[in-house]
T-cell receptor, first 112, second 112 residues
Framework: GENVEQHPSTLSVQEGDSAVIKCTYS??????FPWYKQELGKRPQLIID?????GEKKDQRIAVTLNKTAKHFSLHITETQPEDSAVYFCAPKGAGRRALTFGSGTRLQVQP | DGGITQSPKYLFRKEGQNVTLSCEQN?????MYWYRQDPGQGLRLIYYSQIVNDFQKGDIAEGYSVSREKKESFPLTVTSAQKNPTAFYLCASSSEGDETQYFGPGTRLLVL
């Protein structure tokens, strides 16, 4: 099955700074790479995703970059705001699997 | 993801008791999933179903059972064989050809 590692496990930044979270996966045939945001006690919500034929995708302050050769993809958040504070999960999908495999999460704290 | 509902919000299980968690969606999605989330952890796949009357075990299916008699519904039963059931249970759904999964609000199961 797919092995997924996320780093760092916790990240504290000052408001306005950038944050980067990295996700490493093992299945070279993985073809879908989403990032989910989960606020305390709430459901995970998709914030951005990328497919294997694209290297980078941006949506306002959020971007995802993919390096298929090295088997990792990263979430970039610029101009962080306190409302960005949450746990972020990567969840790559291997080609042979119907479901996502979630990383262990990164707790982002944005200090005002 | 407002089209996926889970009930109850909180559920208490006594020793040796089976309990059933409800998941309903009105998004006309073909695939449905059950995940378990332990405190400070990522989501782990319990079961998933791609079509009615068919379902597959995920990574941690032992002690759980499911049914998929209707497209809209995918109930999860936590049996007495599941010795450590305390967790946050999340249901999700996705449509054919779209990897994006939409999550319900979750059910928190506690053992008395």
């Amino acid at each position: 099955g797919e092995n997924v590692e996320q780093h760092p496990s916790t990240l504290s930044v000052q408001e306005g700074d950038s944050a980067v979270i990295k996700c490493t996966y093992s299945d070279s045939a993985s073809n879908y790479f989403p990032w989910y945001k989960q606020e305390l006690g709430k459901r995970p919500q998709l914030i951005i995703d990328i497919r294997s034929n694209v290297g980078e995708k941006k949506d306002q302050r959020i971007a995802v970059t993919l390096n298929k050769t090295a088997k990792h993809f990263s979430l970039h958040i610029t101009e962080t705001q306190p409302e960005d504070s949450a746990v972020y999960f990567c969840a790559p999908k291997g080609a042979g699997r119907r479901a996502l495999t979630f990383g262990s999460g990164t707790r982002l704290q944005v200090q005002p | 993801d407002g089209g996926i509902t889970q009930s109850p919000k909180y559920l208490f299980r006594k020793e040796g008791q089976n309990v059933t968690l409800s998941c309903e969606q009105n998004l006309n999605h073909d695939a449905m999933y059950w995940y378990r989330q332990d405190p400070g952890q990522g989501l782990r796949l319990i079961y998933y179903s791609q079509i009615v009357n068919d379902f597959q075990k995920g990574d941690i299916a032992e002690g759980y059972s499911v049914s998929r008699e209707k497209k809209e519904s995918f109930p999860l039963t936590v049996t007495s064989a599941q010795k450590n059931p305390t967790a946050f249970y999340l249901c999700a759904s996705s449509s054919e050809g779209d990897e994006t999964q939409y999550f319900g609000p979750g059910t928190r199961l506690l053992v008395l």
